[in-house]
């Protein structure tokens, strides 16, 4: 695997297993819908990083990572409120 690959693949398992899927188990333990479906939506965003890294896209990198930190920052919101 060359850089780019290895870097999309830590995107990958950073994201998506670490943050995203603690979010998600927490909503879940808290019954939270919304938080649920934000860090739900955030996964999925997260998980296009990866390919935007790959085919060396960097505006769309930034756009996808920022719509994935909004929405981690509204699933954080809606468990807080």
Do not use: H
């Not at 938080?35 to 296009?48: K, Q």
């Not at 909004?70 to 809606?78: F, H």
């Amino acid at each position: 695997m060359d850089r780019y690959e290895t870097f999309a693949t830590w995107i990958f398992i950073v994201f998506g297993a670490l943050i995203i899927a603690g979010l998600m188990a927490f909503a879940i333990t808290t019954n939270d819908k919304a938080a649920f479906l934000f860090a739900l939506a955030s996964g999925c965003s997260a998980f296009f990083l990866g390919f935007a890294v790959i085919f060396d896209q960097p505006r769309l990198y930034g756009l996808i990572l920022f719509l994935s930190v909004a929405l981690i920052a509204a699933s954080i919101t809606a468990i807080v409120t």
